[in-house]
């Protein structure tokens, strides 16, 4: 049985797994937004807010960790391919009620495939980032809740989360 008629696109006539050859699909502007959350102590959210914490600027740290991990999504996950990202962006949002940071990254792409996995790839090393840089303050934190909200572009078409403004 062919990938064309399991609709496994991601294995081979011999059923081992493979990169899609996407040479085929048109080129079109693709777009990924994803989120995350670090939960942490009361105490490590104002450090983080006052910029107290020993290793540094917490938020500008992982902020260039998502950047840079997003593009380099392809060396991590064996299936991905290797994106000439048109632009990718962090973002911060803290939560002092409920002690939580959301990290949401949006990455842009003009290509044959789509950004989802880079989305995800930038939220999930800003939140590590987080996690490492307040570690020794507070080992308790928790990473959760990375998905993704909205993608644009392609052959699947757009795809909203229902609950995307959800805090």
Do not use: W
């Amino acid at each position: 049985m062919t990938a064309e008629e399991t609709g496994f696109t991601h294995f081979n006539d011999s059923g081992r797994a493979r990169m899609v050859d996407v040479s085929e699909k048109p080129v079109t502007s693709r777009i990924a937004v994803a989120e995350g959350k670090v939960y942490a102590s009361a105490e490590t959210i104002e450090r983080i807010q006052a910029e107290q914490i020993e290793k540094g600027d917490v938020m500008g740290v992982a902020q260039i960790a998502g950047v840079m991990n997003a593009k380099k999504t392809s060396d991590i996950i064996p299936m991905c391919h290797p994106l000439n990202i048109t632009g990718v962006d962090l973002d911060f949002e803290i939560n002092n009620e409920r002690n939580y940071i959301r990290i949401i990254a949006e990455v842009k792409i003009s290509s044959q495939t789509g950004v989802e996995m880079e989305a995800l790839t930038a939220v999930s090393t800003a939140a590590l980032t987080i996690y490492d840089m307040c570690k020794a303050v507070d080992k308790a934190m928790e990473i959760g809740e990375i998905r993704l909200l909205k993608k644009s572009g392609g052959q699947s078409g757009d795809f909203r989360r229902e609950d995307s403004t959800s805090n």
